[in-house]
């Protein structure tokens, strides 16, 4: 049997020359170097989080959405310069990047909800939008607890058992019942102010109601009714509340929901800002209608996406920020951050690094200038 393989002490120059390819390091001058935190130095959290930047993969990510925060949190109207016909005035000095917030209903549900509340409660955020399932859980759990449960709990013992599984988390089914004996009264007193008053309802509109009825403090919406923050939600029957309204329906007709008065109302925000940021947690509507607002300023200049989609199914929610720059919802020379992460990891440190390190209670002439009635 013969081969043409030659026998020879010297190593072959193919291999020498694919193995130890000579690097251009032209590209790599300005790149940071990889490193992560020496927890010889103690445990100093700070310092811990600074590394995330240069530790690599998504714990980079975390660390760059934590600066694009910081970012929009810091920028104020009186740092650029004055524009021709601009005076500098003291409205300059009070005028902040408008601030959207998104959150999917799975976040309420989860301990998630006291981090926001805490942000809607100091008037840190500007606009809110959520899906129906994140207003209502808000309100269901000042009437009742929700518990611990684990993922792998069987759904037929559950339903037998009058419990309401929602990952590894039981609501029992009778809160759904003490929140329809909560909010059918009120839907009763909307009917009654439409017809007398000629009340519109919006979706807004009903949630600021709800949120004043709800007179709790562990609430995101009583803050949201007390700090005069708007939160909008297009797909509002999409949960308990449109089965609360379906049923009302049937007792009490004649209740209607105007989304155009709201879709105006959101869009002027972001048009009306001098800048604008998104926090974005989750996907789907809640993603779509922030980002979409902000196309009517040709896009947001500070962007953070949290959620673990993927852009390969052409799904808005798995989108990258760079798809949105495509479309004009974020601005062309933005530096928008997408951590590929389940949010409840990652927001509670997002805020522990950004707007509970910075905070400082805004002024009233701030709070006054950042706020557009939700009725406009």
């Known amino acids: 049997m013969s081969t043409n393989t ?22 790599l001058k300005n790149r940071p170097k990889v490193r992560g935190y020496d927890f010889n130095e103690g445990v100093d959290f700070s310092k811990l989080f600074e590394t995330y930047k240069t530790i690599g993969y998504q714990a980079s990510a975390v660390g760059e959405a934590i600066d694009e925060i910081n970012r929009m949190i810091s920028w104020r109207l009186v740092d650029e310069p004055l524009k021709e016909g601009e005076d500098d005035d003291e409205e300059r000095k009070v005028t902040r990047c408008k601030i959207f917030l998104g959150y999917t209903s799975n976040l309420v549900s989860s301990g998630v909800r ?23 859980e808000d309100f269901i759990k000042c009437l009742a607890p929700t518990y611990m449960g684990e993922f ?33 009264p009120i839907l009763d007193q909307m009917v009654e102010e439409q017809k007398t008053k000629g009340t519109v309802w919006t979706p807004s509109r009903v949630i600021n109601r709800l949120g004043k009825e709800i007179n709790h403090e562990d609430s995101i919406y009583y803050w949201a009714w007390k700090n005069d923050i708007p939160v909008y939600s297009p797909a509002l029957t999409d949960g308990s509340i449109g089965d609360m309204m379906y049923f009302h329906s049937y007792n009490t ?17 972001a048009v009306y800002s001098k800048k604008s940021g998104m926090i974005i947690l989750g996907g789907g509507v809640i993603k779509h209608h922030i980002c979409n607002a902000n196309l009517f300023r040709n896009g947001a200049d500070y962007s953070v996406f949290v959620n673990t ?5 052409g799904s808005d929610s798995g989108a990258r920020p760079d798809e949105a720059v495509s479309w004009g919802k974020i601005k062309l020379d933005a530096k928008p951050v997408k951590v590929y992460s389940e949010a409840s990891i990652v927001f509670p440190i997002l805020v ?7 905070f400082k209670k805004k002024s009233p002439e701030e709070l006054k200038l950042n706020k557009r009635s939700i009725f406009d």
């Open 6 to 27: 030659t026998t020879t002490n010297a190593t072959p120059e193919l291999a020498k020359e694919s193995v130890f390819f000579q690097s251009n390091h032209e590209d």
């Open 114 to 136: 006291e981090i926001i509340r805490y942000l809607v409660q100091h008037s840190m955020v500007d606009v809110i939008v959520s899906t129906a399932g994140g207003v209502e």
């Open 152 to 184: 792998h709990l069987e759904g037929e013992k559950l339903r037998r058992k009058g419990l309401n599984r929602i990952g590894n988390l039981l609501v029992p089914n009778d809160n759904y019942c003490k929140f329809e004996d909560w909010i059918m």
């Open 253 to 269: 007709p004649g209740l209607v929901l105007d989304i155009i008065s709201d879709i105006r109302a959101i869009n002027n925000h």
């Open 309 to 313: 989609g993927n852009e390969f199914d």
């Open 352 to 358: 522990a690094e950004t707007f509970a390190k910075t």
